[in-house]
């Protein structure tokens, strides 16, 4: 008996060191008060004619293809549509890794760099538009005609030397997704990786 307790109180231990902890709000949008809370979706501060209306072809819908409270983005032009998670605080020398399911495309899904627009103070509170685009990691690309589990790092394997120079700007870091056709995600991950 006594065995058996211990065993079962290993088991606990590695399961909750196995488990990471996810450094977004809401990957799996189940959130009962805004189902996108954590998500940005709304561009029509960048005045980009493409994105003026793109909060309306995202939601989130209770169920697809068997998996429940899934992201759907429905393209209507060739700009096609997207959506990123909040900004993330960014460590220069840490490395992250995201996790997601996802469906339709064609599909492009990569980490995006930022860091303060100039004439913004940096403060603990950033939102998108002070922000400005630094850095961009290697897509992850495709078409998916079923669910399918993807995972991208920043920095990547093997970054080159110019591309560790240009993280040294980044402040913060975003999950990128854009369709050109209808697609869906599901329960995106993003983590810190221990080395």
Request: aromatic residues 12%.
């Amino acid at each position: 008996m006594k065995k058996t307790i211990i065993y079962i109180g290993l088991v606990l231990c590695f399961a909750q060191m196995g488990s990471a902890e996810n450094l977004i709000e809401n990957g799996a949008f189940r959130d009962e008060r805004d189902p996108l809370h954590g998500w940005l979706t709304d561009y029509a501060w960048s005045r980009n004619v493409h994105y003026i209306d793109n909060a309306e072809r995202v939601a989130v819908v209770d169920e697809h293809s068997g998996r429940e409270s899934v992201a759907s983005l429905r393209a209507t032009s060739d700009a096609g549509v997207k959506m990123e998670t909040q900004l993330i605080p960014f460590e220069p020398d840490a490395r992250y890794r995201a996790t997601l399911w996802i469906k339709g495309g064609n599909y492009r899904v990569y980490f995006s760099g930022y860091q303060w627009r100039p004439g913004v103070r940096p403060h603990a509170e950033p939102t998108h538009p002070e922000m400005r685009p630094a850095y961009r990691s290697r897509a992850a690309e495709g078409r998916a005609s079923s669910w399918k589990k993807i995972s991208l790092e920043i920095p990547g394997p093997e970054p080159s030397p110019m591309s560790l120079q240009h993280l040294r700007r980044v402040r913060f870091i975003t999950l990128y997704i854009w369709f050109s056709q209808a697609g869906y995600i599901d329960d995106v991950l993003i983590e810190k990786i221990e080395e």
